[in-house]
């Protein structure tokens, strides 16, 4: 029968199998196959052995061989961190501390009904926009702006899906930013492609309290540590056929994975400031991106001055002389409200949306959504900018009629 869930039982404990064998049993799409039965099950509820860790782990990893599909969650008699964050890695879905709670095991397979749904052949898939943001220099704002832009695309619509992902090796600040705490990330992926699919990169996300999915950089060595391309052009992908947008920090460093990440974006934001260092450095950066072989058709390069402020007026066209470039947006420097936003783990246009930094980042959300082709407004901004427009076409419509 279509929809139908194998499950296969792994349980030493004669209670504890008892008690699962009621919970899925109850389930009229979850089937029970028997010890014997061959075939490959959809999901393994698998006992952890105290006495014998590492064969509880070579038994983990020889299941994701012989099903790479198959979900796997794991029971325990206690709930040992060490434990539980080696079962996450190895990718074990759910976890459940003995004894077992009836209602942690319905929300367990309730969370996997609905991955398998949304997963099926015929839910429509959606053509994301990925938005690459990158920086001139170390320290010019990337993850700021990165973080702020998808906080502000997001409450633009409230049908809008989106994603931040974290790829800045230098840094991997956006969780801090957000306030999140992930186990796994794009390393965990990158250490186990064979399994990536929508599933199994669902499982990799981090839900913020804003509806933001948040997939971060995972355990990389900051000073060794890299992400492959391979695992780039395998994710990306992926990730457009379930969010409308795809907000990547960069960081600054323009390395294969990086490379791979612009090539695949449909707009690219250098972010940059106005001093000679970063002003030099971000020259170089453009014509490194716009060097960059199968550069993609169509792709918009959009420079982003951050941290503008009166007295850079001055030298701003001098700048742009050297750059080569106009900027397509300018924010304002804010400093105490940046840094607030950040120890309070909240978006800038949440925490002050009067303030002019904030509404210099809707401003920015909307003109990125336009650039995309997105019709997309929020019920605060996009009722302003829709009174402004009709204001403007107003006005217009009156010079008309004197003439």
């Not at 700021?144 to 992902?165: E, M, P």
């Not at 971060?216 to 457009?240: A, H, K, M, Q, W």
């Not at 783990?345 to 303030?355: C, N």
């Not at 003109?367 to 407004?377: D, F, L, M, S, Y």
Request: proline share 4%; aromatic share 4%; with cysteine.
């Amino acid at each position: 029968m279509a929809g139908v869930v194998s499950v296969r039982l792994e349980v030493v404990d004669l209670t504890i199998l008892s008690t699962f064998e009621q919970l899925v049993g109850a389930e009229d799409d979850f089937v029970l196959l028997h010890p014997d039965e061959g075939g490959v099950p959809d999901l393994v509820i698998l006992e952890y052995d105290e006495a014998n860790p590492d064969e509880c782990f070579a038994r983990i990893h020889a299941l994701q061989k012989a099903a790479v599909s198959a979900e796997i969650f794991l029971t325990a008699a206690r709930a040992d961190p060490d434990v539980l964050l080696k079962a996450l890695r190895a990718g074990v879905r759910e976890f459940f501390k003995q004894p077992i709670e009836a209602g942690e095991v319905k929300r367990a397979l309730a969370r996997m009904r609905e991955l398998r749904a949304d997963a099926s052949e015929g839910k429509p898939k959606r053509q994301g926009k990925i938005v690459s943001v990158i920086g001139g220099k170390a320290g010019v704002g990337t993850t700021t702006v990165a973080v702020n832009l998808a906080d502000c695309i997001q409450a633009l619509d409230s049908d809008i899906v989106l994603a931040i992902v974290d790829l800045n090796l230098r840094g991997g600040d956006v969780p801090i930013f957000l306030d999140v705490n992930p186990m796994r990330g794009l390393q965990d992926i990158d250490s186990d492609l064979p399994r990536l699919d929508e599933t199994f990169l669902s499982g990799m996300l981090s839900r913020h309290e804003t509806g933001i999915q948040l997939l971060p950089l995972g355990e990389v060595d900051l000073l060794g540590g890299y992400i492959t391309s391979d695992c780039i052009e395998s994710t990306f992908p992926l990730l457009r056929t379930m969010f409308d947008y795809i907000v990547v920090d960069c960081g600054h460093v323009m390395d294969a994975a990086t490379e791979t990440a612009v090539s695949l974006s449909h707009t690219v934001i250098v972010v940059t400031s106005i001093t000679i260092p970063a002003v030099r450095r971000t020259k170089r950066l453009l014509e490194q991106i716009e060097a960059l072989e199968g550069d993609r058709s169509g792709r918009k390069l959009a420079l982003i001055i951050n941290n503008h402020s009166v007295a850079d007026d001055a030298i701003l066209d001098d700048a742009q002389h050297v750059i080569g470039r106009k900027p397509f947006w300018t924010l304002p420097l804010d400093h105490e409200l940046a840094c607030s936003a950040i120890n309070e783990g909240k978006g800038i246009a949440r925490l002050a949306p009067k303030k002019e930094l904030a509404k210099s980042f809707q401003g920015l959300a909307q003109r990125i959504a336009e650039v995309e082709g997105a019709q997309h407004t929020s019920s605060i901004f996009g009722s302003m900018f829709r009174s402004l427009r009709g204001k403007r076409n107003k006005g217009v419509s009156n010079a008309k009629e004197k003439r």
